[in-house]
T-cell receptor, first 115, second 111 residues
């Protein structure tokens, strides 16, 4: 199993450009998450999808949209990139139905720079 | 412990020493806590977790302690090795499968 994969690994955008960050998991997990990580800070939740067909806002959703394409894939779109969106973006997934754990499995991240 | 701001707390230890990383959490209703390790350029990796009905849980070389009275969590690493050097995050769960992360502590292990 590859686990959680993210593409691209690195991206540089100009202000105003758009792009989509891709995430896929092969663990048959129900829930998927998008976080951003800024220097000196923990991970902040942007959007999440508790199950296929549903998406909800997290702590910092402004400037982003998401699509839960199917059970495997959860994409994050920046419609008009701003320098404040320079960050490292992590996707994570979690199985449902396990009462003892809320462990999330993380991808390797996408490092995005907006100039 | 965890601090608000841009400068992460740091902990430097010698190889072979025991390390203790602290975390203060905010929500008294949180029912589950987890520690992650993040190496440079990688995503967070699970270390150990604990539910709120416990006060201690042990893994291989790691122990998590939970003090709900003062809303404090700690991670103890025994016989710390250079490969343990990383940023360590605590996170709490309160609702809907969402985790809220602390800001992290940088652990540096000197050979």
């Amino acid at each position: 199993n590859a686990g959680v994969t993210q593409t691209p690994k690195f991206q540089v955008l100009k202000t105003g450009q758009s792009m989509t960050l891709q995430c896929a998991q092969d663990m048959n997990h129900n829930s998927m998450y998008w976080y951003r990580q800024d220097p000196g800070m923990g991970l902040r939740l942007i959007y999440y999808s508790a199950s296929e067909g549903t998406t909800d806002k997290g702590e910092v959703p402004n400037g982003y949209n998401v699509s839960r394409l199917n059970k495997r894939e959860f994409s994050l779109r920046l419609e008009s990139a701003a320098p404040s969106q320079t960050s490292v973006y992590f996707c994570a997934s979690r199985p449902m139905g396990l009462a003892d754990t809320y462990e999330q499995y993380f991808g390797p991240g996408t490092r995005l720079t907006v100039t | 412990g965890e601090n608000v701001g841009l400068h992460l707390p740091t902990l430097s230890v010698q190889e072979g020493d025991n390390s203790i990383i602290n975390c203060a959490y905010s929500n008294s209703a949180s029912d589950y806590f987890i520690w992650y390790k993040q190496e440079s350029g990688k995503g967070p990796q699970f270390i150990i977790d604990i539910r709120s009905n416990m006060d201690k849980r042990q893994g291989q070389r790691v122990t998590v302690l939970l003090n709900k009275t003062v809303k404090h969590l700690s991670l103890q690493i025994a016989a710390t090795q250079p490969g343990d050097s990383a940023v360590y995050f605590c996170a709490e769960h309160a609702s809907y499968g969402k985790l809220t992360f602390g800001q992290g502590t940088i652990l540096t292990v000197h050979p």
